[in-house]
C-alpha cells in the first residue's frame, strides 16, 4: 500500500515570491509515479506536475519544479514568481506501476491550501 | 488535452430519493473510470473503480448497495446514490484513465449533492 504525507495543512506567501511545499510518501514498489495536483475553487482537479521515479532529472513545468529526493521519500514542490492565480489547494499524490496489472490508482495527501498574498 | 464532463454539477433532492450521477469521457476512450467523495477542505476519498464490461471494485467502507456504479460504455460511467440521507451530502469526483497502461487520469469537474 502506498500512503502519501503533506505535512502543512496551509502556506502563505507573496505574490512574486517563491513557496516550497512539502510531500513525503511511503511505497513498496521501486518504480512509481508521482504527481501534484491543484484544485483551485472552481474544485476542477488540475494537474500541475508528474514525475516518473526511475526518472533522476528533477521535473519542470514553467514556474513549476519539484526537488525528488527518492532515497528520502520526498517530493517537494516549488512555485516561482507566484501569482494570484496559484492560490488553491495542492494535493500530492502517487501511483502504482504498470506491473501492478490492475487500475492503477492514485494515492492523495491530505493537501495544502496556498494562499497568495497581493 | 483529454477532456471529462460530469452532469449534473448541482444537485438537490429529498432524502430516500435516488440521484445518478454522469461521468463522460469526451475525446478518449476510458477504459477505467474511478469514483472519488470529497468533504469540504479534505482530500479526495477513493470510493470505487469501474472498468468498463465488469462489475465496479469498491473500497472498504464503502455500500456498493448504496452507491450504484456502472460502466456500460468506454465513455460513460454512472454513479446512482440510492435511498440518499444527509449523510451522503458530499462533492462527487469522477476520473478517466485510457488504459491500464496509463499513468494519467483526467478529472470531470465533480458534483455537488445535497440531500435534504
Known amino acids: 500500500a502506498q500512503t502519501v504525507t503533506q505535512s502543512q495543512p496551509e502556506m502563505s506567501v507573496q505574490e512574486a515570491e517563491t513557496v516550497t511545499l512539502s510531500c513525503t510518501y511511503d511505497?513498496?514498489?521501486?518504480?512509481?509515479?508521482l504527481f501534484w495536483y491543484k484544485q483551485p475553487p472552481s474544485r476542477q482537479m488540475i494537474l500541475v506536475i508528474r514525475q516518473e521515479a526511475y526518472k533522476q532529472q528533477n521535473a519542470t513545468e514553467n514556474r513549476f519544479s519539484v526537488n525528488f529526493q527518492k532515497a528520502a521519500k520526498s517530493f517537494s514542490l516549488k512555485i516561482s514568481d507566484s501569482q494570484l492565480g496559484d492560490a488553491a489547494m495542492y494535493f500530492c499524490?502517487?501511483?502504482?506501476?504498470?506491473?501492478?496489472?490492475?487500475?492503477?490508482?492514485?494515492?492523495f495527501g491530505s493537501g495544502t491550501q496556498l494562499t497568495v498574498l497581493p | 488535452g483529454a477532456v471529462v464532463s460530469q452532469h449534473p454539477s448541482r444537485v438537490i433532492c429529498k432524502s430516500g430519493t435516488s440521484v445518478k450521477i454522469e461521468c463522460r469521457s469526451l475525446d478518449f476512450q476510458a477504459t477505467t473510470m474511478f469514483w472519488y467523495r470529497q468533504f469540504p477542505k479534505q482530500s479526495l476519498m477513493l470510493m470505487a473503480t469501474s472498468n468498463e464490461g465488469s462489475k465496479a471494485t469498491y473500497e472498504q467502507g464503502v455500500e456498493k448497495d448504496k452507491f450504484l456504479i456502472n460502466h456500460a460504455s468506454l465513455t460513460l460511467s454512472t454513479l446512482t446514490v440510492t435511498s440518499a440521507h444527509p449523510e451522503d451530502s458530499s462533492f462527487y469526483i469522477c476520473?478517466?484513465?485510457?488504459?491500464?497502461?496509463?499513468?494519467?487520469?483526467?478529472f470531470g469537474p465533480g458534483t455537488r449533492l445535497t440531500v435534504l
Open positions: 476520473s478517466a484513465s485510457p488504459g491500464l497502461a496509463s499513468d494519467t487520469q483526467y
Open positions: 499524490a502517487s501511483m502504482g506501476p504498470i506491473s501492478s496489472g490492475s487500475a492503477r490508482q492514485l494515492t
Open positions: 511505497t513498496s514498489e521501486s518504480d512509481y509515479y
